[in-house]
């Protein structure tokens, strides 16, 4: 069953069309106690979810509105009009940790409101699953003053965070990029518009994915690897797959949107030995398990069974004496290479 939910959030980022956090991450509520219909107590939203409704809001044919108070859904009864006070629909993304976020261009007279001090929250109008409380379409959004969740940002005390993430579109470039693009034939608007869409598939900023993770540095530290001359190559492999995954049939500067797997198909646990050969490999962990996932489907089992010694093996080690353990660190290096492998084949 589908109904309306409505959440305010305070307004960011008000140096010019400024982004604005929209709905937040992970389980949250109303301050007047919604959702009470949904058996949790709680609405719901992760990358996965947040992916399909920005598909839903870039693919629609016109821009969703945000009004002032919820007009829009009240003019049908109060009779008064409904004025926007702006629009959204391509400038959305979703940012791991703090929720879904949209650039609207606002009108003039918004945002002389908004400098004002006159509105300070954002509320989000949406569509959710009673039994899971899961968003599945927004609807559109409002400005108004009493906000329906605690802790939100608000519209007029952001301009400090405007740098926390914009998505691929406002990183300066590397010379790594530059080099990649121009061998690509891809001038530099255009590969910025396909690093934003990029980051949005990832459900991460352009910052977060070329950094150096906690594992990538603490191999590098064990193995004597120089970190620079890996992150350069890291910015090498992320700019190719950003040049080569654009939609040639849109003949716009946009990527397909890729879903994250669901929590259940998303097996996170990773071995030492994978995660070193991911690294030579230049492969992202996350990159890395998705493949394994998709290599597990084709061989019809569990990875543990896969990365597991059979009977066979285990008679044979008895036999020749040889170390289990380092037998069993070979055969899940020998695995891993072959899941990068045949993944790119």
Not at 51 to 75: G, M, P, W
Not at 120 to 148: C, E, M, Q
Request: glycine share 6%; charged share 20%; proline share 4%.
């Amino acid at each position: 069953m589908s109904i309306k939910g409505f959440t305010s959030l305070s307004l960011a980022s008000m140096e010019g069309n400024g982004w604005q956090q929209l709905l937040p991450a992970g389980y949250f509520s109303a301050v007047d106690g919604r959702p009470e219909d949904v058996p949790s107590g709680k609405w719901f939203l992760d990358a996965y979810h947040a992916n399909q409704l920005i598909l839903k809001v870039r693919s629609a044919i016109n821009d969703l509105v945000i009004d002032y108070e919820h007009q829009t859904l009240n003019t049908g009864t109060n009779g008064q009009p409904a004025p926007a006070a702006g629009w959204f629909k391509s400038d959305i993304e979703w940012r791991e940790g703090s929720g879904l976020w949209i650039r609207p261009h606002w009108t003039k007279r918004a945002l002389s409101h908004i400098r004002q001090g006159e509105y300070r929250f954002l509320s989000a109008v949406f569509n959710y699953d009673s039994a899971t409380g899961i968003p599945l379409t927004l609807h559109s959004a409002a400005l108004v003053n009493k906000p329906g969740i605690d802790g939100m940002q608000s519209v007029d005390a952001l301009s400090a965070q405007n740098t926390i993430l914009q998505s691929g579109l406002c990183s300066a470039l590397s010379p790594e990029e530059h080099e990649v693009a121009l061998k690509a034939n891809v001038t530099i608007e255009q590969y910025q518009k396909y690093r934003a869409v990029y980051c949005i598939n990832k459900g991460k900023n352009w910052e977060a994915l070329k950094d150096l993770t906690g594992d990538e540095k603490r191999i590098i530290n064990q193995c004597g690897v120089d970190s620079l001359s890996y992150q350069q190559e890291k910015i090498k492999k992320l700019a190719s797959d950003v040049v080569s995954n654009p939609d040639s049939t849109s003949g716009a500067a946009s990527l397909k949107l890729k879903y994250p797997l669901n929590a259940s198909e998303m097996p996170h646990s990773i071995s030492p030995e994978e995660v070193q050969v991911a690294l030579k490999s230049y492969v992202p962990q996350q990159e890395y398990l998705k493949k394994r996932a998709d290599y597990c489907a084709r061989q019809g089992k569990e990875w543990a069974s896969l990365s597991s010694l059979t009977s066979v093996e285990k008679d044979i080690i008895k036999v020749s004496g040889l170390d289990q353990q380092s037998y069993l660190r070979t055969k899940i290096s020998k695995l891993a290479e072959k899941i990068i492998y045949s993944a790119t084949r």
